[in-house]
């Protein structure tokens, strides 16, 4: 009976052990549902998921990320199945309690050598152009809408057929598709220029369900941040990831 006791005592502790309780030392690890969105969240490094790990780290948790494919990611959040995700401002999921990290503004790159005239003021001056975007965008629905010929595709590749001529424009963030540019073109950098006409401002942080368990990791999350904002942390780590030209274009929540 003594052995039965202390399995089912085993059992109740592993059960309680989820997504919110794996031990790692002292430090509970918090398990985070991501989709692969280059450059800013992605399995390499990307800053978002760099800044959410050291705010965790500093509230007293250990971040696991787990990337799924973002077309599965996007399904989940109109679903509401994720426990802890973290994904950008204009995704399903707005929701749910959160702390919002990040945030840049959403723009449109083009050849300065097929530079607009005039240059758009709205996006509907847009209709009728074909403008590259990630596969799966939710911002297909609104562009479609401003008659905009919508070009899907990985993220790699935008940049690459804005450069061969196959689309007018990309969307993206300003500092990814700038940091993109030099790291795809080097050297190329002038040949690429991004509209004043921004559609949007797109952040990113860290959302959870309602519940004690989640509250309590996003209040790590907050304090944790404000922590990286107060020593210098953040601002180092926006100068390495975007260098001194680009990091001021971040806002930072």
Partial sequence: MGKTLRAFAILCVVCLVSVYGQPDGAR??????????????????GIINLVAAEALRRGGYTASFEFLPIGRMLKSLEQDSLDLY???????????????FLAAKGVFFFLKSRSPRPLPSRIEDLA??????????????????????VDEGPFETMFQKLAAGR?????????GG????SRQ???????????ELSYTTIGA??????GSEGEAVLEAARKGFESMKADGTLARMLKEAFGSEYSPRVFVY
């Fill in 28 to 45: 509970p690890v918090v398990r985070i549902y991501l989709g692969d969105q280059p450059p800013l969240i992605t399995e390499k490094g």
């Fill in 86 to 100: 973290i994904t950008p401002t204009n995704t399903a999921g707005q929701h749910n309690p959160h702390v919002l």
């Fill in 128 to 149: 009728g152009k074909k403008v590259g975007t990630v596969t799966n965008s939710p911002l297909r629905a609104m562009f479609e809408k401003a008659g905009i010929i």
């Fill in 167 to 175: 689309v007018d424009f990309v969307t993206t963030a300003d500092v």
């Fill in 178 to 181: 700038l940091l993109t540019i």
């Fill in 185 to 195: 073109f080097p050297g190329r950098e002038g040949e690429f220029d991004f509209t």
């Fill in 205 to 210: 942080g860290l959302y959870a369900k309602p």
